[in-house]
């Protein structure tokens, strides 16, 4: 139980173009979502966290109006890097969880290179 | 607000050797811990996690990490690890009313045959 997908697994796209990233709850209801970022070698740093039904909260420094992030299920939430750049090149990981004190649970996260 | 250091970027191990990761947090209020895995061009996988009761706290696959609250400490443990240990290690918190986590900055583990 508590499986997490992200899709696709990697992508590659030109500069200027979006990108949605996709994240699902396999086999729970997840009431709260997470997104991260992931750059070479380095810890995760927490982009935004989401609850369904509601507008995400992005951590200080993050834009969210190029990250747009939506959650519009209990099982689905996305992400959506807009007018990429190169410097957007990371690995985007999600979390999810059941809400309040329940862990997180991780998808295998997604390779953006944006050339 | 809760932050983590863990003070070793990288652990050079041999297999069948112990190793240990250290991860040391602040935090204002109550918090939970965990140690998270990843392997290469993977998400997280959880390890093992403390939120209460006993201060150690097992995995299936013979990791162990001890709960310190005097020493704000909750360092990892293998007495004995095989290559396939090979993988970056994540040690996190979250305040106890809070659902965020924090990550340390990882410890990559290199066991060598």
């Known amino acids: 139980g508590a499986v997490v997908s992200q899709h696709p697994s990697r992508v590659i796209c030109k500069s200027g173009t979006s990108v949605k990233i996709e994240c699902r709850s396999l086999d729970f209801q997840a009431t709260t979502m997470f997104w991260y970022r992931q750059f070479p070698k380095q810890s995760l740093m927490l982009m935004a966290t989401?609850?369904?039904?509601?507008?995400?909260?992005?951590e200080q420094g993050v834009e969210k109006d190029k990250f747009l992030i939506n959650h519009a299920s209990l099982t689905l939430s996305t992400l959506t890097v807009t007018s990429a750049h190169p410097e957007d090149s990371s690995f985007y990981i999600c979390?999810?969880?059941?809400?309040?004190?329940?862990?997180?649970?991780f998808g295998p996260g997604t390779r953006l290179t944006v050339t | 607000a809760q932050s983590v250091t863990q003070l070793d970027s990288q652990v050079p191990v041999f297999e069948e050797a112990p190793v240990e990761l250290r991860c040391n947090y602040s935090?204002?209020?109550?918090?939970?811990l965990f140690w998270y895995v990843q392997y290469p061009n993977q998400g997280l996988q959880l390890l093992l996690k403390?939120?209460?009761?006993?201060?150690l706290v097992e995995s299936i696959n013979g990791f162990e990490a001890e709960f310190n609250k005097s020493q704000t400490s909750f360092h990892l443990r293998k007495p004995s690890v095989h290559i396939s240990d090979t993988a970056e290690y994540f040690c996190a918190v979250k305040g106890a009313a809070g659902n965020k986590l924090t990550f340390g900055g990882g410890t990559r583990v290199l066991v060598k045959p």
């Open positions: 935090s204002s209020v109550s918090v939970y």
């Open positions: 979390s999810a969880s059941k809400g309040g004190l329940y862990e997180q649970y």
């Open positions: 403390y939120l209460s009761g006993s201060t």
């Open positions: 989401s609850n369904e039904g509601s507008k995400a909260t992005y």
